[in-house]
């Protein structure tokens, strides 16, 4: 708890140091990532086909605020509805198949979102939707001022990221991890697992959708980078990095790759090589991601 009112602290105070843009960008993917931790982390099941929630939200979000004129609360939220009804359909048909065949199902769904997002008129193709107006949040705050901005976003991920902690912290979340350890025992007891693994997946789809949503708010833009299988491969690689089944590490995870992909992008050295470099160290010396790792030490200690 202490370290969590440590944090929170910081990152009230992160503004005044740091570029908020950034801020607001490691933000929306850590959410991203914690989102996808609460599928992969705490149910076991290997999703390969997040973008579709997150960058099918971030249209949504876009295309209301801009062409419907709404405020910028209601356009992530139907952005979010949009990323919970997307979840509700891809899970329907996914969660009957496990293993490789759940993951290569969901990036499948998430190429068709792709395609769709290429081909329908809102979109705008690859030019995507630009120029989206910010706007007056509850017809109080002005977003365009960079701090009412990163307060809203950061008020939108601690949201989040307690929704998630309360959800690992349940029963339900429980009855998860049974099922990720041995989803034939968790049968035997009673379980319906694949209500579960449903759940599971709708309520990481949808805050997955949130951070999309938000995204899209903060950048004034949705393109098609949100809905690619690069942008499902990053959200894997954030938590792997930071830890999978951990509250914090994809925090880490998706703080470290944008940290790496903003202050690299100005030098010549290649990103992805770069990035792919740590995620060999970290596999062969941090096997549970970096804040598994030192979590699983402090826990050594006597």
Known sequence: MLAALAALLLLLAAPFALYPVFLMKVLCFALFACAFNLLIGYAGLLSFGHAAFFGGAAYVTAHTVKEWGLPPELGVLLGT???AGMGLVFGLLAIRRQGIYFAMITLALSQMVFFLALQLPFTHGEDGIQAVPRGLLFGLFDLSQPLTMYYTVLAIFVGGFAIIWRTVHSPFGQVLTAIRENEPRAVSLGYRTERYKLLAFVLSATLAGL???TKAIVFQLASLTDVTWQMSGEVVLMTLLGGMGTLSG???GATLVVTLESYLAATSL???VVIGCIFVVCVLLFRRGIAG????RVHRRP
Do not use: D
């Open 81 to 83: 509805g949009a990323a």
């Open 270 to 272: 290649p990103v992805p």
């Open 293 to 296: 790792e030192i979590l699983a």
């Open 211 to 213: 951070a999309g949503g």
């Open 250 to 252: 994809p925090v880490v």
